[in-house]
């Protein structure tokens, strides 16, 4: 079916260390997927998206990396700070029109 | 920017009663979508409207679940009778998005997290 998980339910890093988020989706006809952010009692925040054509896109001090050939998506956070701690999803957008469906999400934590 | 407005934030009730939650979105944007979201989960998509049309209800539980977007603006989602396993965060989300290629990014408003007792 169309869903998309996460590999690791947490993660624990260091500050200032490198955090790589995965993700594995099952759509083949993906073609634009989003990360976003989620802090206790909030919403989730837009943090950067891709689109099929293309394999990886920088913000500031993140990556956003897809193989479309294992369908797998990854995050990878530079210089982790105690305020990147939240849990993270990542989205697919599987048909065009459609809504995003979420994975499960990976709680990231960052010790200073 | 005023962002995506929920409320209210918090609500406890007990089993069979009602609920309603209210949602604002970003002005001008066309589409509106409300989400469930079960402690330890990622959010799953109860319905989504463009302007005050449904797009995708296929996962809303009719029997107890309703919503409208009257004038393609503010929505409201009703749950009636509440069940235990309706406890959860119900956000709103709002794009700009007209119905043509990917909705690009959702914004999300702060959530309504409802305990149903």
């Known amino acids: 079916g169309e869903s998309v998980g996460l590999h690791l339910p947490t993660l624990s890093v260091q500050e200032g260390d490198n955090s790589i988020i995965n993700c594995a989706y099952s759509?083949?006809?993906?073609?634009?997927f989003i990360w976003y952010k989620q802090e206790s009692g909030k919403g989730p925040q837009f943090i950067i998206d891709?689109?099929?054509?293309?394999d990886k896109r920088q913000g500031q001090r993140v990556t956003v990396l897809l193989n479309k050939t294992v369908k797998h998506l990854s995050l990878q956070i530079a210089a982790t700070q105690p305020g990147d701690s939240a849990v993270y999803f990542c989205a697919e957008n599987g048909q065009a029109g459609t809504a995003l469906i979420f994975g499960k999400g990976t709680t990231l934590s960052v010790s200073s | 920017e005023a962002g995506v407005a929920q409320s209210p934030r918090y609500k406890i009730i007990e089993k069979r009663q009602s609920v309603a939650f209210w949602c604002n979105p970003i002005?001008?944007?066309?589409?509106l979508y409300w989400y469930q979201q079960i402690l330890g989960q990622g959010p799953k998509l109860l319905i989504q409207?463009?302007?005050?049309?449904?797009?995708?209800d296929s996962q809303l539980p009719k029997d107890r679940f309703s919503a409208e977007r009257l004038k393609g603006v503010d929505s409201t989602l009703k749950i009636q009778p509440a069940k235990l396993e309706d406890s959860a965060v119900y956000l709103c989300?709002?794009?700009?998005?007209?119905?043509?290629?990917?909705?690009?990014?959702?914004?999300f408003g702060e959530g309504s997290r409802l305990t149903v007792l």
């Open positions: 002005s001008g944007h066309a589409t």
């Open positions: 989300a709002s794009s700009p998005y007209r119905g043509r290629g990917n909705t690009g990014e959702l914004f």
């Open positions: 759509n083949s006809a993906s073609d634009y």
């Open positions: 409207f463009q302007n005050n049309g449904v797009v995708d």
């Open positions: 891709i689109r099929s054509n293309m």
